[in-house]
T-cell receptor, first 112, second 114 residues
């Protein structure tokens, strides 16, 4: 089973709202990732967690706050977003280091 | 710096025709190579990967890809395209010096004509 699940599928939020995206995998993977993807573009890496510790932050604005409560779960907390943050947010996981990344279906976010 | 190039932004083929999507990378050593497919509004699905060994790799949905070190290429092929293959295709490369990071090509949009 190579499934990564993400909730919600769609999210609409105002610029003053606080919301969270959730990602879950039960493959025993120890690395988890958040990507942002704009239309007609490739995914852009935002954060990498390795063994539940943040290992990479690609200079993402502080209005995005990741959290890895345990090895199966990854959250992305959103606060005071801008309309340009509207995008597809993808979660991925891999066993540990440079192996195959498996992607979830994404959360389509619209910021009004 | 490492880079990945997909020269074709958009390719149109007729159903039943053969397909080749190009991918070139720039890096001094052997990278880890992947092809992903993405249908509209969906996540990325892994088609196939190359880490080492046999340079011709088979993937899901009848796709295959060949790693050519001399040309720094990893082109994706399918002998007979189905209408359901219409999607965006991304080549991705992992480099040993940047563990856990993939560099994606810009993608190729495939349209299949009936």
């Amino acid at each position: 089973d190579t499934e990564v699940t993400q909730t919600p599928k769609h999210l609409v939020m105002g610029m003053t709202n606080k919301k969270s995206l959730k990602c879950e995998q039960h493959m025993g993977h120890r690395a988890m990732y958040w990507y942002k993807q704009k239309a007609k573009k490739p995914p852009e890496l935002m954060f990498v967690y390795s063994y539940e510790k943040l290992s990479i932050n690609e200079s993402v604005p502080s209005r995005f706050s990741p959290e890895c409560p345990n090895s199966s779960l990854l959250n992305l907390h959103l606060h005071a977003l801008q309309p340009e943050d509207s995008a597809l947010y993808l979660c991925a996981s891999s066993q540990t280091g440079l192996e195959t990344q498996y992607f979830g279906p994404g959360t389509r976010l619209l910021v009004l | 710096a490492q880079s990945v190039t997909q020269p074709d932004i958009h390719i149109t083929v007729s159903e039943g025709a053969s397909l080749e999507l190009r991918c070139n990378y720039s890096y001094g050593a052997t990278p880890y190579l992947f092809w992903y497919v993405q249908s509209p509004g969906q996540g990325l699905q892994l088609l196939l990967k190359y880490f080492s060994g046999d340079t011709l790799v088979q993937g899901i949905k009848g796709f295959e890809a060949e790693f050519k070190r001399s040309q720094s290429s990893f082109n994706l092929r399918k002998p007979s395209v189905h209408w359901s293959d219409a999607a965006e295709y991304f080549c991705a490369v992992g480099f040993s010096g940047s563990a856990r990071q993939l560099t994606f090509g810009s993608g190729t949009q495939l349209t299949v004509l009936p």
